[in-house]
């Protein structure tokens, strides 16, 4: 037997398969092609894969990678339980020059009473843009 999923040009995705059986009447050795609709389904794997991706990608932010490979390591499917889990002594890292920043916009609320929700997001995205860059300029970590 030989599965397959084959996306159309029409962008419709189709489970094929692929069957050997004897002809019950004969005996002689036939092909079984059977195809189903799976566009739906693809559809729905594939949003669920954003949502995953999107997860995985905040989770990134949040969390050292020490800390995300210790968690997967106890996840379902790492076969390791829960309770081998490392202790917070064991995960706890120490560095030097750490720096927090702890930010409060000054005046936002007024502002964001007297200018139209565009020209305020255009603004916080400036700002947070080019804190962006700074972080990875400097090659710091950031969590949100």
Do not use: W
Not at 7 to 27: I, K, S
């Amino acid at each position: 037997q030989l599965q397959q999923q084959q996306q159309q040009a029409g962008g419709a995705v189709l489970d094929v398969v692929v069957e050997g059986v004897a002809d019950p009447d004969t005996g002689a050795p036939l092909l079984v092609v059977s195809l189903q609709d799976a566009s739906e389904r693809a559809a729905v794997e594939c949003v669920l894969g954003r949502l995953a991706e999107g997860q995985l990608s905040m989770t990134v932010q949040m969390f050292p990678l020490h800390i995300l490979a210790a968690m997967a390591g106890c996840a379902g499917g790492g076969g390791v339980a829960p309770s081998a889990m490392p202790s917070v002594q064991e995960l706890a890292r120490s560095h030097q020059d750490v720096t927090l920043l702890f930010m409060d916009i000054a005046g936002y609320t007024s502002m964001s009473k007297v200018l139209a929700a565009h020209q305020v997001m255009g603004y916080i995205n400036d700002l947070f843009s080019l804190l962006d860059d700074l972080v990875e300029v400097h090659g710091v970590h950031k969590v949100e």
